[in-house]
């Protein structure tokens, strides 16, 4: 199981695609093939698979797990090493300040990076991601629905953003 990200930007805007990064950039951006994707993006959209290594995994930033879990797992230890409970929560505190940095990846950077710059050229851009089960160019996909966001908002996200669902950046 992978997952696939396909960029949507609008045909006129085609030529927009080269600031967006290639092979020299550790991405490869190739027309997307999966006839399911074409009733999930507007008919005037140039779709097109973003990936590294043969998937997108790892390209969406901000997809690093729940740490609730690991905050009980943290809290659990410290108790068991009798730490009191201020210092608990001062430590609890401090792991946490330090996990809400933006963890992406460099290549999720870079992509997060060529978002933007795309939408420095254009008005908006559409992104889809989907975790495969089979075939990238035969699995039937289906979209939950339409997010629109901001740039502001995506960029606050660290280019998080849903699974399944047709989500439009306005620039």
């Given at each position: 199981m992978c997952q696939f990200l396909t960029i949507g930007v609008s045909k006129?805007?085609?030529?927009?695609?080269?600031?967006?990064?290639?092979?020299?950039?550790?991405l490869a951006v190739t027309p997307s093939r999966n006839p399911h994707l074409a009733?999930?993006?507007?008919?005037?959209?140039?779709?097109?698979?973003?990936t590294i290594g043969g998937c997108s995994c790892g390209l969406i930033g901000g997809q690093h797990g729940g740490r609730s879990?690991?905050?009980?797992?943290?809290?659990?230890?410290?108790?068991?090493?009798g730490w009191s409970r201020a210092k608990i929560e001062r430590a609890l505190q401090a792991s946490t300040a330090a996990h809400?940095?933006?963890?992406?990846?460099?290549?999720?950077?870079?992509f997060r990076e060529g978002i933007l710059a795309l939408l420095d050229r254009m008005p908006s851009i559409r992104l889809f991601v989907h975790m495969y089960s089979g075939d990238f160019y035969r699995e039937a996909v289906v979209s939950k629905g339409v997010a629109h966001i901001s740039r502001g908002q995506y960029e606050a996200a660290h280019g998080a953003f849903p699974e399944d669902t047709l989500v439009e950046v306005a620039g």
């Open positions: 006129s805007a085609g030529s927009a695609l080269t600031a967006f990064g290639g092979p020299r950039d550790g009733s999930i993006f507007p008919a005037m959209d140039v779709r097109l698979d973003v879990g690991d905050v009980s797992n943290q809290r659990r230890r410290y108790e068991r090493m809400d940095h933006d963890h992406a990846s460099a290549h999720a950077r870079r």
